[in-house]
């Protein structure tokens, strides 16, 4: 149980992300200083939003150069910090070629650069690790004999390797990482923000978060001829924010937290979208048959294990923890995802059916 000095300087990994974006926009609004490490400090596409809502509020914002595979390069921004939130990890699920160098290696190695940061600045009480559902699970169907197919804080993804669904993979093993560094000492606490898919407005339009690859299909026409049937556990990107900062200074907090409003299949959010935009862009109407989507799946980049394993088998998260213990009171997932598009639509990044 950690008391936070709201005057110490909070450090936000990664606050050029689309997550962290809206931490630091809160922190900053409640007029904390915080220390934020970008890997490019001179790239204005990556940090000009922050400045901007720095120079609109009442905190203070520093902004530091640190890539998670530089070690020791999160010392300096460090000093000082009572809090840690440590966001910076990449979540891409396509377009690489080496899953251990683009995912695993920056999410492990740099969870444990980090800590070995904290583990030598004194002054650190508190670190808030964004870990993610996918450290819960590795595929839909590991819920299939879970009651409600409804997973917990208790669940660990056992099923995930280097080689199948590395993206939740290197959530899992840079959470474990996490807990053990934590468990080795008894200065620094650990509480873990672990959100499903997140959506809602974006502050960067920089970001290659998945959240956002992931919407873009909607409108771009990948999923015109029907859409997979494939369940997502959803999340306003501002409840997981208010979770972030919530569990950041509640000195009660602790553990894990899943953050998920709701789940969704991807013809539920096809759905809500045409309620909002009408047919004005190719939503999905149907369901791709699994064994048609079976088939041609690797012509799409997916393996034929990845589709038996996901498609069909219904996911649910247990919410109970983070609306007790962090007063998280969800918003509404079908309007994040709209605004989300609509933004998407603002910023050129769909275009509209000709
Ligand atoms: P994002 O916009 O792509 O943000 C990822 C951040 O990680 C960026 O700031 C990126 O910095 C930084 N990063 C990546 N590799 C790095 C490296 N080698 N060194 C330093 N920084 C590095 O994605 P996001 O959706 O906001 O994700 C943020 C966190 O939330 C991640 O930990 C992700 O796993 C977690 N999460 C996201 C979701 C979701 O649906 N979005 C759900 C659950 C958990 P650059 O700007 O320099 O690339």
Redesign the pocket.
């Known amino acids: 149980m950690s008391l936070i000095n709201p005057q110490a300087p909070v450090l936000v ?8 974006g809206w931490i630091v926009k809160k922190l900053l609004e409640a007029g904390h200083t915080v220390h934020a490490t ?3 400090p001179s790239k204005t596409a ?1 940090v000009a939003h922050l400045q901007k809502i720095a120079d609109a509020s009442t905190g203070t914002l520093k902004l530091f150069k ?4 530089d070690q020791g390069a999160f010392a300096v921004p460090m000093q000082g910090c009572e809090l840690v939130i440590h ?5 891409v699920v396509t377009g690489f070629t080496d899953a251990n160098e683009a995912l695993v290696r ?1 999410a492990l190695e ?1 969870t444990r650069n980090v800590l070995q940061s904290v583990n030598a600045t004194d002054s650190v009480r508190r670190v808030v690790l ?5 450290a819960t699970f590795g595929d839909n169907w590991d819920a299939r004999d879970v009651p409600g197919n409804r997973l917990d804080e208790t669940f660990w993804n056992t099923t995930s390797s280097v080689d199948h669904q590395p993206y939740l993979y290197s ?1 899992t093993v840079a959470e474990q990482e996490a807990w053990a560094m934590q468990k080795a000492q008894s200065r620094w606490d650990l509480v873990c923000i672990n ?4 959506m809602g407005p974006a502050l960067t339009t ?6 956002i690859t992931t919407l873009q299909q909607f409108g771009d026409g990948t999923l015109a001829m029907g859409a997979p049937c494939m369940w997502n556990g959803l999340v306003d990107v501002r409840d997981v924010a208010d979770a972030h900062i919530i569990a950041g200074f509640k000195p009660e907090a602790n553990g894990r937290y899943i953050l998920c409003a709701e789940s969704l299949t991807l013809l539920d959010m096809a759905a809500a979208l045409r309620a909002h935009f009408g047919s004005k862009y190719p939503f999905p109407r149907m369901t791709v048959p699994k064994i048609l989507f079976w088939l041609v799946s690797p012509f799409y980049g997916y393996t034929r294990d990845f589709v038996w394993r996901n498609m069909g088998w219904p996911m649910h998260f247990n919410n109970a923890r983070s609306r007790e213990g962090l007063g998280i009171q969800y918003r509404d997932v079908r309007q994040a995802v709209c605004e989300h598009f609509q933004q998407l639509i603002d910023d050129g990044l769909v275009k509209r059916r000709s």
Do not use: C, E, Q, W
């Not at 959100?195 to 997140?198: A, E, F, S």
């Open positions: 990994t990664g606050a050029s992300g689309y997550v962290a970008v890997r490019d990556s640190a890539d998670l595979l966001t910076a990890s990449p979540f920056p740099g964004t870990s993610s559902v996918a959530k959100p499903g898919l997140v920089n970001s290659i978060s998945a959240s």
